[in-house]
């Protein structure tokens, strides 16, 4: 409950209001403000002081009288502003976590394309572009609120205004800007439900407008509201903070193509990670596989129904009573899972389990990574220095503390020990969960123990154990508190504070910022509390385990899929969006999530579980969903113990379009690697909304149904239940039927009819070169020694470009890599570039589309060779059988 003393007089007339959320706008606009002085400019850089003018308005506490106001032009198209008060040392998002990127070399502000301009009383800004003058960010006559737990700062926005980002939810891609509170606090959020706070947290929009598009990131890991309000006059968009600073990067963006304002959020938050050529194939996993031979099974019947399962993965059922780094032993005995994984490893195969961050309480073992955690004081802690306890999965629990001097050498140490490669699960990539952190605890936890028996946890198995000596691969059966020593707590203090229950409630689905998690109040090994850093607290555990797994295999790419992520995730982990529900709404929206964190966040590595993980799904959804969910860049099929089994082969329409899906993704499987490949360099997404491509088609801004996979394929997936017809929108532009590769000569809204339940609509956007290969196969490795074809696919004037990246698939740092270039004009392919590394594989032929006529000859380096023309498709097909080695020619005419 708020503290009366906290509100003054001026909100007397809301003694009513029981959310900070129902305080009127006007109110907070009526504050005073602050005025600007001794502001000095110097190379790039200006620096005032803000001082309160008026009285103060002390809506949530005490206004802080003097700020700091730092502007740095970083860029040319980066202006970094920050906000602080000079007096008291306020918490920051720290360097370990979020590194700053450099700003040693200002630039003059003459020469930026985007300026920064201010009114010194009362004090507001705006950032406006320099060519055109247009405003793109202005706080005026919204006055700033600084408060210690409070920080309020408003924006203009044009009317409807088209602003995507401020994640983690699963809104529509375009936010409505009438009426949306985006609340950023990390949850353990069951459902996914829309218009709430889910698992991560990136405060970053992406604003675009017919005159351009442009960023605003604000680094701040506290819990926010984030409200946009608009009417058909014009709107506005309000942070609502409770703590620490405004620190703000302005993002000039462009005035004609959206990818820019991508990467140059990159070079703030970090270009994604480069991963591993094998996680690109499909996996499968359940929570409920009941024993190893489940396991096993699931394998057998992959390959039974020819559908190419690239990596098997476990849920946190062979854990013992739960606990983390544990197997049971009855159940998932380490002899018949070193079988089980190097049967994988042996067929080319892939394997990864569950790591939750909650380690069981166990203080009467001396044999557990509770027990070796103590030893190293590496969990975090109440303010009296005792252990923090939760309820989780096994049980009573702790929290490893990320912060803690000895965390690296801790979480290391468990994973060598627990998945070494001799003696141990030799896992190829880790799967992290529950990292908001979540507890079941309800708050107030005063009895965990007491709440852990009553919610039956750890939780009793629902059948008796498999024989130990079950034969595998064959026929598959279908089957207290410890108090240590007081650390020194470091600056920021919160003294005099309310940490669990702070004066501004913001809009958390879990109710107060401290339930269903660890209590805000804890305290990590720096001094630091969880009320700062608990957004941050699964990225921190992110980078633990990606760093864990580089120990374990030192010098190959890691796969690391966690649920909760901030800002700057994607430098180290992949995401998947968590427990939705098996229905079409989340079908649907799973589409705007991916395009959010491969398009907008810099995590490109994402997807949804696939048919759904709560409830049951249908024949006809999970077929469906096969189709879509081979265009997440991270495709797996996931869902829950309560829940019907959903395995692609259990329908024989599920299965075929398995089948088919997975067959078109492994033959653009060089394609995607390649772009992202493209995002390691300099942040070009993945994938892309319509409007990235066509930023001037203002119907493309709220089409979120609808996706580029990498830059040149549409993916239009049918939307309805048990319809097998779907209305999509074509740009005004070239574009070629994939399965037909045939010209598509309709534009704007096209309605597909007979589109069976094993299919997807996919289009080739006219001016690409794709590198494909000649056939899908049931393995990556096997992929990789398959040949190509190259699909060219020329625009309006007759042209058309790509790119091929190629290097070992698994390495860190490449000996020798494949770049090569693809380009097409007036009949002729050209391909060049750096052909380092052997692909040992030739390229079959060339396809040629939107030939109107048969053309009269064909050749290759000057040679006439074969090759066929269908009128009906207007595709040529040119016989090349070369290696792929070096650069060739091929022409027609």
Same mark, same amino acid.
């Given at each position: 409950?708020? @503290? ?37 400019? +110097? ?60 700003? &040693? ?46 920080? *309020? ?18 809104? +529509? ?55 946009? &309000? ?155 220095? @005792? ?18 001097? &000895? ?64 034969? #595998? ?5 279908? @089957?207290?508190?410890? +108090? ?103 079908? *649907?929206?799973?589409? %705007? ?63 075929? %379009? ?22 390691? #360099? ?92 000649? &056939? ?16 060219? %696919? ?37 391909? %060049? ?11 079959? *032929? ?10 009269? +000859? ?36």
């Amino acid at each position: 409950m708020r @503290s009366a003393t906290r509100v003054t007089a001026l909100l007397a007339a809301f003694a009513g209001v029981t959310l900070a959320a129902d305080v009127d706008p006007a109110v907070l606009d009526a504050c005073p403000g602050y005025e600007a002085t001794n502001v000095q400019t +110097s190379n790039g850089i200006l620096n005032a002081d803000l001082r309160l003018v008026g009285t103060a308005c002390n809506v949530f506490g005490n206004d802080t009288e003097t700020l700091k106001l730092e502007v740095t032009y970083e860029t040319a198209t980066r202006i970094h502003v920050k906000i602080t008060d000079p007096n008291t040392t306020r918490y920051e998002v720290p360097e370990e976590v979020f590194p700053r990127p450099a700003s &040693n070399n200002t630039v003059d502000a003459s020469a930026a394309q985007i300026q920064f301009n201010f009114t010194e009383s009362p004090f507001s800004f705006n950032i406006f572009r320099t060519s055109t003058g247009e405003v793109l960010f202005s706080t005026a006559s919204h006055p700033l609120i600084f408060e210690p737990q409070y920080l *309020r700062l408003k924006t203009s926005l044009p009317a409807n205004a088209n602003i995507y980002g401020l994640g983690e939810h699963t809104n +529509s891609f375009r936010l409505d800007p009438t009426n949306t509170t985006r609340t950023l606090w990390s949850r353990d959020a069951y459902g996914v439900p829309a218009d709430t706070n889910l698992y991560g947290n990136h405060p970053i929009y992406f604003e675009h407008r017919p005159t351009g598009t442009h960023a605003v990131f604000l680094l701040n890991s506290n819990g926010m509201d984030i409200k946009l &309000n608009g009417t058909a006059d014009g709107g506005s968009l309000e942070y609502n903070i409770i703590g620490g600073i405004f620190d703000f990067y302005f993002l000039a963006g462009s005035e004609s193509n959206p990818v820019e304002v991508a990467r140059q959020y990159a070079e703030v938050a970090g270009t994604p990670a480069e991963v591993p050529y094998w996680s690109l194939g499909l996996h499968q996993c359940r929570y409920g596989y009941r024993n190893y031979v489940d396991v096993a099974d699931v394998i057998t019947n992959y390959s039974l129904a020819n559908i190419p399962l690239e990596t098997m993965w476990t849920d946190i059922d062979y854990m013992y009573e739960r606990r983390v780094f544990t197997l049971d032993p009855e159940y998932f005995p380490l002899a018949r899972m070193r079988e089980i994984i190097d049967y994988l490893h042996s067929h080319d195969q892939k394997y990864v389990v569950m790591t939750d961050p909650a380690v069981a309480y166990t203080p009467n073992d001396t044999d557990s990574a509770y027990h070796r955690g103590v030893k190293m004081d590496v969990f975090l802690k109440n303010p009296n220095g @005792s252990y923090a306890l939760a309820v989780v999965w096994p049980g009573v629990t702790v929290y490893p503390d990320w912060f803690h001097p &000895n965390i690296s050498e801790y979480w290391n140490n468990e994973f060598a020990a627990f998945y070494s490669a001799e003696s141990g699960l030799n896992i190829d990539g880790a799967w992290i969960d529950m990292n908001e952190p979540s507890s079941f605890c309800d708050y107030p936890c005063t009895d965990p123990f007491g709440q852990a028996v009553l919610q039956g946890l750890p939780p009793a198995r629902p059948a008796p154990p498999p024989s130990p000596d079950v034969p #595998l691969f064959g026929n598959p059966t279908n @089957s207290t508190t410890v +108090s240590l020593h007081k650390r020194d707590l470091a600056v920021p203090s919160h003294e005099g504070e309310s940490l669990l229950e702070p004066p501004y409630a913001i809009d958390n689905a879990a109710g107060l910022i401290p339930s269903r998690t660890a209590y805000t109040d804890t305290v990590h090994a720096n001094g630091l509390v969880e009320y700062d850093t608990h957004n941050i607290y699964g990225t921190m555990m992110s980078e633990k385990t990606h760093d864990a797994m580089l120990a374990r295999r030192p010098g190959l790419r890691t796969l690391v899929i966690t649920r909760s992520t901030f800002a700057g995730a994607g430098r180290k982990v992949g995401k998947w969006l968590g427990d939705n529900m098996s229905g079409w709404e989340w079908y *649907r929206n799973s589409i %705007a999530g991916i395009m959010g964190f491969a398009s907008i966040y810099q995590v490109p590595m994402v997807g949804a579980d696939v048919c759904g993980f709560g409830g049951n799904t249908t024949e006809t959804l999970c077929a469906r969903w096969a189709t879509l969910g081979a265009f997440y860049p991270f495709m797996r099929n996931h869902n829950g113990d309560t829940s019907i089994s959903q395995e692609f082969y259990l329908w024989d329409t599920v299965a075929e %379009a398995a089948r088919n899906a997975l067959s078109i993704r492994y033959r653009l499987l060089d394609y995607i690697y390649t772009a992202f490949h493209q995002a390691s #360099l300099d942040g070009t997404p993945v994938l892309n909304p319509l409007w990235f491509i066509y930023p001037n088609d203002t119907e493309t801004y709220p089409i979120d149904l609808q996706f580029f996979f990498g830059p040149s394929l549409l993916v239009s997936p049918v939307t309805e239940e048990n319809s097998t017809s779907v209305t999509i929108y074509l740009p005004a532009d070239r574009f070629y039927d994939f399965s037909t590769l045939a010209p598509v000569n309709s534009t704007g809204e096209v309605t597909l009819q007979n589109v069976a339940f094993t299919d997807i609509p996919l289009h080739i956007r006219g001016g690409a070169v794709l590198p494909l290969r000649v &056939n899908g196969t049931m393995t990556t490795t096997e992929l990789r020694g398959t040949d190509f074809e190259l699909v060219v %696919a020329p625009d309006a004037s007759g042209i058309a470009s790509g790119a091929l990246y190629f290097d070992d698939g698994v390495s860190v740092t490449q000996n020798a890599t494949t770049e090569a270039t693809m380009a097409f004009a007036s009949g002729t392919l050209t391909v %060049a570039g750096d052909f380092g590394l052997d692909m040992q594989v030739d390229v079959a *032929r060339v396809l040629v589309l939107g030939v109107a006529q048969a053309p009269r +000859s064909a050749s290759v380096d000057g040679q006439n060779t074969t090759f066929t023309y269908n009128a009906a498709t207007q595709v040529v097909s040119v016989a090349v059988g070369i290696p792929f080695n070096k650069g060739f020619e091929v022409a027609i005419a």
